[in-house]
T-cell receptor, first 113, second 112 residues
Framework: SQTIHQWPATLVQPVGSPLSLECTVEGTSNPNLYWYRQAAGRGLQLLFYSVGIGQISSEVPQNLSASRPQDRQFILSSKKLLLSDSGFYLC????????????FGPGTRLTVL | KQEVTQIPAALSVPEGENLVLNCSFTDSAIYNLQWFRQDPGKGLTSLLLIQSSQREQTSGRLNASLDKSSGRSTLYIAASQPGDSATYLCAVLSGGYQKVTFGTGTKLQVIP
């Protein structure tokens, strides 16, 4: 069966510090991978998606970047965090090329102080 | 640009009631629509997936319908229970299987 992991689960960082969130998927190959952010009181915002290694599409211009160094690894990064980067970050995967179910990880709660 | 709206934003009902959550989307060119549940501080759990060619899906006490031409979906919950309390999100898949657009959610509280 497939599983999706995210870490860390929670993170408190000062403004201006770097960020690295990691997401890995097990039990499938060549998945489509997604990063979402859920800010307090707001809906889920798609940040990045990837259809393959090294292939990243950005949905929203921002202070963040994403990378996919391996087939089942998706990383969200920032060089300098802003207060507005606080939120709940969710990674998700779906089978490539199919309008199939999207599966979500447990999320990372990021607080920027 | 696809936009997804959910009404109502919040709902409080006594235990045992049947209820309907609504989801509307602006672009009917979708591949599927998915309903999720999110508990506070947790990730999303998939409830039902309706392909664009389907009209409804059922799982236990949940029934989701899709009217693609009018850009609407409903999630029907029968005989609600306190454990159903959560935020319910709908999401549509479009744009070459890549773009998923979420609604803003309906926060449901079932009172014992």
């Amino acid at each position: 069966s497939q599983t999706i992991h995210q870490w860390p689960a929670t993170l408190v960082q000062p403004v201006g510090s770097p960020l690295s969130l990691e997401c890995t998927v097990e039990g499938t190959s060549n998945p489509n991978l997604y990063w979402y952010r859920q800010a307090a009181g707001r809906g889920l915002q798609l940040l990045f998606y990837s259809v393959g290694i090294g292939q990243i599409s950005s949905e929203v211009p921002q202070n963040l970047s994403a990378s996919r160094p391996q087939d089942r690894q998706f990383i969200l990064s920032s060089k300098k965090l802003l207060l507005s980067d606080s939120g709940f970050y969710l990674c998700a995967w779906r089978l490539a090329g199919k309008p199939d179910t999207q599966y979500f990880g447990p999320g990372t709660r990021l607080t920027v102080l | 640009k696809q936009e997804v709206t959910q009404i109502p934003a919040a709902l409080s009902v006594p235990e045992g009631e049947n209820l309907v959550l609504n989801c509307s989307f602006t672009d009917s060119a979708i591949y599927n629509l998915q309903w999720f549940r999110q508990d506070p501080g947790k990730g999303l759990t998939s409830l039902l997936l309706i392909q664009s060619s389907q009209r409804e899906q059922t799982s236990g006490r949940l029934n989701a319908s899709l009217d693609k031409s009018s850009g609407r979906s409903t999630l029907y919950i029968a005989a609600s229970q306190p454990g159903d309390s959560a935020t319910y999100l709908c999401a549509v898949l479009s744009g070459g299987y890549q773009k998923v657009t979420f609604g803003t959610g309906t926060k449901l509280q079932v009172i014992p």
